[in-house]
């Protein structure tokens, strides 16, 4: 470990993030699917620089967030519809976030707002025309459904990046 502080180890995970969360908000407006490789992707991050940037301990405690959300994840596709790929994704950015009070806290106020700003910005921009027309081979402006992985991938983001700033 090399006894970074909360804020450093954010910024190192968020810099290493930051690609895997914009393919992933490409790969699911354009397909609606998120690739099992992004999701690999994002467990690698965690599994290879998450030991360097965190405590042994809390990195390995964090483990148990991806198993949790994994299992209620695929429940979720069993039970609601909720897409295999968002479920996988979810599971994977669950060892990012901490578990203190103050962290769950945030990265619910953040899910909520990305969910309501993505689903949101996603139909109104699907409505204009010109806007479709410079992507006219997304799956995602014909689907009833919505990529979910652009407010998952925007959650684990912003919550870096605001720990970053913050910590």
Known sequence: ?????????????????????????????????????????????????????LPLDEW???????VVVLAIGFVLNMIAHFGAGDAKFAAAAAPFFSSAPAHIQLMIFLLAAFLLAAFTTHRLMRAIPAIRAMAPDWVSWT??????????????????ALVSAVA
């Open 60 to 66: 390995a405690w964090r483990w148990v967030h991806f």
């Open 1 to 53: 470990m090399l006894g970074l502080s909360p804020g450093a180890a954010a910024l190192v995970l968020l810099i290493a993030v930051t690609p895997i969360c914009a393919w992933v908000c490409y790969t699911d407006l354009k397909y609606m699917k998120i690739r099992n490789t992004s999701v690999a992707a994002l467990l690698a991050v965690f599994a290879v620089v998450g030991p360097f940037v």
């Open 143 to 160: 689907r009833k459904d919505f990529p979910l992985g652009l407010a998952l991938a925007g959650t684990l983001w912003a919550y870096l």
